[in-house]
């Protein structure tokens, strides 16, 4: 076994991609330590930013921030963003610069969204693996496009690295068909594939660890994953009960530019309204809820419009649409309750949730029917640096925490493992 190993972890969204490179130590005890992380966001808007953070010597984090212009095509745009990704981690320049010459990486991860109900691991990526993901692009057909494409650049630049996949689909295999099968009939599911999905396998399988390893097992909890996208699901001692996102991310938990739940009859209406498929599709996934209401795809530019003037009119479409954020994730908590009969923990994790107290505050507030009694000060100055922390008072019936989202460091230990085998 090599003295060290570099670890590339890609994780690629319809929008953005997180990278990170942990490094592992034959003589450090075995630890894996995060070096190097880049963050790509905004691809869909005219210029995409690309945040660089190297973290030297465990203490000295060095960060630059670069912006370049998208181009024409959606797909030129994410091989531009690889491309620069490529130049920055051989960048000559020291502040950039993270491995040495004579280093490699030794392996890369790659999330993947679907890959219907094949398989609950991590796998290499084989000729037959990239089939089977695109045979599944209208199960995802915003993510799992670019989970391809990304596997496609990250194979011709690392051709030498071992890649490995794993899938959102993942985690919540231990639903019941009573949870997951839709009112059709049954052969829609099993010759169409057509039934209740699950995603965000690796947020909720950290969040959980970093819960029952620090306190308690044997628990209801409700963990919510909230950002553009986002999603509720209740778990009850590592069992997956339910969980907000549905066949495709139209169905899921309210989020960025997609319809959510609606009644599948208009759908019927537009088509005999002459809609065309591909018209809908557009309008279903990419021309809704904030697109509808103000042409913006980030939740955190709404959560800025909200700062405006009460008596504005970019404040009162602002506020809708946090008010229907709220009020469908207060919706799905209290519908999560009545399913396990109680809940131990509420548990909010990803970037929503660990750094917007008042959308905290404004959900917990909802549910002082079962003794949720929330700490202000503690949840105005939530810390992270231990990776979790509580916001509620000693005496809540219901504890709340918040957890910081490390969905990275968790597929870098479990490809260690399997290369360590």
């Given at each position: 076994m090599n003295k060290e190993r570099h670890y590339l972890i890609i994780n690629c969204w319809s929008s953005s991609i997180k990278y990170q490179v942990?490094?592992?130590?034959?003589?450090?005890?075995?630890?894996?330590?995060?070096?190097?992380?880049?963050?790509?966001?905004?691809?869909?808007?005219?210029?995409?930013?690309?945040?660089?953070?190297?973290?030297?010597?465990?203490?000295?984090?060095?960060?630059?921030?670069?912006?370049?212009?998208?181009?024409?095509?959606?797909?030129?745009?994410?091989?531009?963003?690889?491309?620069?990704?490529w130049k920055l981690l051989y960048s000559n320049d020291q502040?950039?610069?993270?491995?040495?010459?004579?280093?490699?990486?030794?392996?890369?991860?790659?999330?993947?969204?679907?890959w219907w109900e094949k398989f609950n691991t991590i796998v290499e990526i084989t000729d037959e693996v990239e089939k089977e993901i695109n045979n599944c692009i209208q199960l995802a057909p915003l993510h799992n496009p670019k989970n391809l494409l990304w596997i496609t650049f990250s194979k011709e630049l690392?051709?030498?690295?071992?890649?490995?996949?794993?899938?959102?689909?993942?985690?919540?295999?231990?639903?019941?068909?009573?949870?997951?099968?839709?009112?059709?009939?049954?052969?829609?599911?099993?010759?169409?594939?057509?039934?209740?999905?699950?995603?965000h396998w690796i947020s909720y399988q950290c969040s959980f660890e970093k819960i029952t390893q620090k306190y308690w097992e044997n628990k209801k909890i409700i963990v919510c994953h909230l950002w553009n996208w986002a999603s509720v699901t209740a778990i009850d001692n590592w069992k997956v009960i339910d969980t907000s996102t549905w066949y495709t991310p139209v169905e899921w938990l309210i989020m960025w530019s997609r319809t959510w739940d609606i009644d599948a009859w208009i759908l019927v209406k537009l088509i005999k309204?002459?809609?065309?498929?591909?018209e809908i599709d557009t309008l279903i996934n990419?021309?809704?809820?904030?697109?509808?209401?103000?042409?913006?795809?980030?939740?955190?530019?709404?959560?800025?419009?909200?700062?405006?003037d009460e008596d504005s009119e970019i404040y009162k479409k602002s506020n809708l649409i946090y008010r229907m954020y709220l009020h469908r994730v207060v919706k799905y908590i209290w519908w999560y309750i009545s399913l396990m009969n109680w809940v131990d923990i509420i548990a909010f994790t990803w970037w929503i949730w660990e750094n917007v107290s008042k959308l905290r505050s404004d959900i917990?507030?909802?549910?002082?029917?079962?003794?949720?009694?929330?700490?202000?000060l503690w949840n105005q100055k939530v810390d992270l640096s231990y990776?979790?922390?509580?916001?509620?008072?000693?005496?809540?019936?219901?504890?709340?925490?918040?957890?910081?989202?490390?969905?990275?460091?968790?597929?870098a230990t479990e490809i260690h493992k399997i290369l360590s085998n």
């Open positions: 942990f490094k592992w130590y034959e003589w450090k005890d075995s630890v894996l330590d995060l070096i190097w992380k880049w963050l790509i966001e905004k691809l869909n808007l005219e210029n995409y930013e690309i945040h660089h953070t190297k973290i030297k010597d465990d203490w000295m984090y060095i960060k630059t921030d670069f912006v370049f212009e998208s181009k024409k095509e959606e797909n030129d745009t994410f091989k531009n963003a690889f491309e620069k990704l502040h950039l610069w993270i491995l040495e010459k004579d280093q490699k990486i030794d392996a890369i991860w790659h999330r993947v969204v679907h690392f051709s030498w690295v071992k890649q490995f996949a794993l899938f959102d689909t993942a985690f919540h295999q231990t639903m019941t068909e009573d949870h997951f099968l839709y009112a059709l009939p049954y052969e829609m599911y099993t010759n169409d594939k057509i039934r209740r999905y699950w995603f309204d002459w809609f065309s498929a591909e990419k021309q809704s809820w904030i697109t509808w209401i103000l042409w913006n795809w980030d939740f955190r530019t709404i959560l800025e419009w909200l700062q405006h917990c507030n909802q549910f002082s029917y079962i003794w949720v009694q929330i700490n202000e990776w979790i922390d509580w916001i509620t008072s000693p005496s809540s019936k219901v504890k709340v925490c918040v957890v910081k989202a490390d969905e990275e460091k968790v597929i």
